[in-house]
């Protein structure tokens, strides 16, 4: 990856760059964002994979509202359409009351009209995107330092006067202090220097599945760091600025697949550019927790609950119509459940592993 000609970054005289954050870095910025934009219980699934439309979640004034985020070189229609083809197969009961496109890149009008079009609620679709999405971000001093490693920007009435002289002088202060502070400042004897860090480091890293063979199909993500590149043998490059590296030199590796739960690790960069990592992934195992009841909402004991796929597993409720059955899935991944109980029509559902409240219901016979 060429560096060289990367922009220089100020804390609010140009855009922010949207495009140096991976896929991942950019849900979980629009995560911190909707939170900090006043809505409620908000949820990130794009990290688990499978969200089907839905990156982040969140909730305002009882309406539960789905962002979708996209960092690419030209928004269109079609790929609006895609996600909201994925939104319409959702469950009646999950689907959101309000999208909204958080988008790297500006959105031409023809191109919002259209989408508004496809969603056939024009104003419950909004976009979060290039200038606006910018302005968004600046609002808010912990998104800049988090994401952009930016002070936050000075607003007060001395702060917008001169600032390239004031930063002259301040720079000029700061170094005859600091050249005082290094001939003054008492050296304890023998104690060893620092390694010096190199400008970037080149982290491999090796997805392995719960057996220790590499993994095809694997995504990683780490807390900072420039995008992954997937290499030949499935494994991926990563190249870390160290200036992104924080004081301790710790940072943190994520890694997914979609058969396996996702696993972490972290390490200590130090002196050596091209440091090695192997993350080994989890076999998945969550619950599914839930009722069966009847048509008048009545909990409905001795019915059993399973996988309408014919995975191993089954679950029998108790004499509140309860249920807790396990499944060899990873958390979020859609799953349709079957009940069935004697003196009554059999019942199935969709519904998403690791959640609670499941609700099946069964009419008599």
């Not at 917008?160 to 004897?189: D, F, N, Q, Y």
């Not at 050596?272 to 992934?281: E, F, K, V």
Request: charged residues 30%; proline residues 7%; glycine residues 10%.
């Amino acid at each position: 990856m060429d560096t060289s000609a990367k922009p220089r970054m100020t804390g609010g005289s140009h855009p922010l760059p949207f495009e140096r954050l991976a896929p991942l870095e950019l849900e979980r910025l629009c995560l911190w964002l909707v939170q900090r934009e006043g809505y409620e219980r908000a949820e990130h699934l794009g990290a688990a994979g499978s969200e089907q439309g839905r990156d982040v979640i969140a909730w305002k004034e009882g309406r539960r509202v789905v962002f979708q985020c996209k960092r690419v070189r030209a928004f269109t229609a079609a790929v609006a359409r895609a996600e909201i083809a994925k939104l319409r197969g959702l469950p009646e009961g999950e689907r959101p009351h309000e999208l909204v496109f958080v988008v790297t890149r500006a959105v031409s009008a023809a191109v919002r009209v259209a989408v508004r079009d496809a969603w056939g609620d024009g104003g419950n679709v909004h976009f979060w995107s290039g200038d606006e999405l910018d302005e968004r971000v600046k609002r808010h001093p912990d998104l800049l330092q988090e994401f952009f490693q930016l002070p936050p920007r000075d607003e007060s009435p001395a702060g917008k006067g001169r600032p390239w002289l004031r930063l002259g002088l301040g720079l000029s202060a700061l170094g005859v202090l600091l050249t005082l502070a290094a001939w003054l400042w008492p050296r304890p004897a023998g104690k060893p220097s620092e390694p010096a860090r190199p400008d970037i480091y080149s982290l491999r890293v090796q997805v392995l599945d719960p057996h220790g063979l590499p993994v095809v199909g694997s995504t990683v993500r780490v807390s900072a760091a420039n995008e992954a590149q997937r290499l030949p043998d499935e494994g991926w490059e990563i190249e870390i600025p160290s200036a992104k590296v924080p004081a301790d030199g710790r940072v943190t590796v994520w890694a997914a697949h979609e058969d396996w739960n996702e696993g972490q690790a972290t390490l200590r960069l130090g002196a050596d550019p091209s440091p090695r990592l192997g993350i080994r992934l989890e076999a998945p195992a969550s619950w599914i927790r839930g009722r069966v009841v009847d048509d008048a909402g009545r909990g409905l004991p001795g019915a059993r609950v399973f996988r309408q796929d014919g995975a191993p597993g089954t679950a029998v409720t108790d004499a509140a119509g309860r249920f807790a059955l396990e499944v060899a899935l990873p958390r979020e991944r859609r799953v349709r459940l079957r009940a069935e109980r004697a003196g009554s029509r059999a019942g199935d559902v969709f519904w998403y592993a690791g959640r609670d409240d499941c609700s099946i219901v069964l009419e008599a016979d």
